[in-house]
């Protein structure tokens, strides 16, 4: 029912920026949160940031101070500005949207219904 196609990955120096974007399609719901998670080779989904439908906005430790996440309710988009990246921030980056529940647990996994193919990031020193 909700289709979310990233895109804005790619290659980029470490200390330069990038801006990943998220469309969503179908039945989506303006009251549902949405959240970008990443995973590197070799290691377990992390949790990157987290957006609620009344725009409060919720980051990893990691990430704090570089990475700003937003959303357009009107494009139906959600947006992750990266900037002063490092080359731990390599991973694939994967958009994902919950299904209206309701749910607080911003930073679980399981609390999304809904995830996109993966956009890939690659930090080079």
């Known amino acids: 029912q909700v289709q979310l196609v990233e895109s804005g990955g790619g290659l980029v120096q470490a200390g330069g920026s990038l801006r990943l974007s998220c469309a969503a399609s179908?039945?989506?719901?303006?009251?549902?949160?949405m959240a970008w998670f990443r995973q590197a080779p070799g290691k377990e989904r992390e949790f990157v940031a987290a957006?609620?439908?009344?725009?409060?906005?919720y980051y990893a430790d990691s990430v704090k101070g570089r990475f700003t996440i937003s959303r357009d309710n009107a494009k139906n988009t959600v947006y992750l500005q990266m900037d002063s990246l490092k080359l731990d921030d390599t991973a694939v980056y994967h958009c994902?949207?919950?299904?209206?529940?309701?749910?607080?647990?911003?930073?679980?996994?399981?609390?999304?219904?809904?995830w996109g193919q993966g956009t890939q990031v690659t930090v080079s020193s």
């Open positions: 179908g039945r989506t719901s303006s009251r549902s949160s």
């Open positions: 957006i609620s439908w009344t725009g409060g906005s």
């Open positions: 994902a949207a919950e299904q209206g529940s309701g749910s607080f647990a911003y930073r679980v996994a399981t609390t999304y219904a809904y």
